[in-house]
C-alpha cells in the first residue's frame, strides 16, 4: 500500500503546496519520488520521532497538511504523548503514515511487531483510524480523508500487489464494506490480514458453509449502523486482525454487540500474548498467531461446532 500511497500524495502535493511529507530517515525506495518531485515540500528530520510530531503539529498549526511516515512502532508508540497533545488536543490536520502493522516487519523482532496501535489510537476522541486492506482502497481512504480538519492515523501494509476481490477500492468514511454475504458466520476484518480472512472463507464455502465477509478499513468514526445492521443477520461472527485482541476490531464489534443487544456470539482471532522471542516471516508469525487462513478455518470449524 505504501507505494501506492506515496504516489498519490505525490500527485496531490503537486497540486497544493500546503501538502508536506516528514520522514524519521525511513521510507528509502519509496519516497523518492515525493522528495523529486516536490524536494521543497519533503523534510528528513532524522532518527526523532518525537520531534517530528511537534514538527508536524506547528506545520498544521501554521496552515500546512503535514504527513508523516515511520514504521507502526516508531509512528504510533514513541511519540504517543505528542499525538495526543499536539493534533488530536488542538484538532489539526497531521496525518500519520505507519507502515507494517502486525507482523509485516516479523524479522525485525517483537520491538518492530505493530500490534497495539489501533487500540491506542482508536481511544483518541477526534483522530481519524483508517486500516485499509488492499493498495487500492488505501488510495480511495487517502483522497477521501484529504480535506479533513482534524487528524487522521493510517495503518498501511508494505504490499502494494495483492488485491482483496470484491472490495475494488471502496472506502467511505465511518462506513464498512460488506464483500462477502453468508447465513452460518460472518467474519470481520482489518487491514492487510483481509486476503487470509478471504482464503479461509473460500475453504470453508467448499466444506458447505455459507460465510459473510465484512472489511472494517475505517475504525474511527466507527461504522456502527453498519455493523448493527450486518451483525444481526449472524450467529457467529469471527473477527480477524493482526493485532493484539483488545482495541482492535474485536473489541469494536464486541463493543457494539453489547451495546446494541445483538444475538450473536463472538470469536476474536489475533494476537494474545506477548511475543516470546520467536522471530521469522510475517506469513510465519500468523500462522503462529493463528492468523493464517488454515488456522482461520480451524476456529471456524471449532467455533461453529461449539452451539
Known sequence: MRGVVIGTLTELAEQDPR?????????????????????????NVGVSEQNMLGLATGL???????????IVNFAALRPYEFIRNGPVLHQLPVRILAIGGGFEYGHAGPTH?????IGVMRVQPGLTVIAPADAQQAKSALK???????PVYFRLGKDDKTVLPGLEGKFDLGKAQEIRKG?????????????SALEAINTLSEKGISC?????????????????????????????????IVGGVG???????????????????????TPNGITGSEKFLNDVNGLSSEKLVATALQALGSF
Open 144 to 150: 477521501a480523508s484529504y480535506h479533513l480538519p482534524g
Open 19 to 43: 501538502i508536506v511529507l516528514l520522514t524519521a530517515d525511513l521510507g528509502y525506495c519509496v519516497l523518492e519520488q515525493f522528495a523529486d518531485r516536490v524536494p521543497g515540500q519533503f523534510f
Open 60 to 70: 498544521a498549526e501554521s496552515g500546512f497538511i503535514p504527513f508523516v511516515y515511520s
Open 212 to 244: 459473510g465477509l465484512m472489511v472494517v478499513s475505517c475504525l474511527s468514526p466507527a461504522p456502527k449502523d453498519d455493523l448493527v445492521e450486518i451483525l444481526a443477520r449472524y450467529p457467529l461472527v469471527l473477527t480477524v486482525e493482526a493485532h493484539y
Open 183 to 195: 447465513n452460518d458466520l460472518l467474519m470481520v476484518t482489518m487491514g492487510s490480514i483481509a486476503p
Open 113 to 117: 511487531h505493530g500490534l497495539e496501535d
Open 251 to 273: 473489541s469494536l464489534v464486541s463493543e457494539i454487540i453489547a451495546e446494541e443487544g445483538i444475538s450473536c456470539k463472538v470469536f476474536r482471532c489475533g494476537v494474545r500474548s
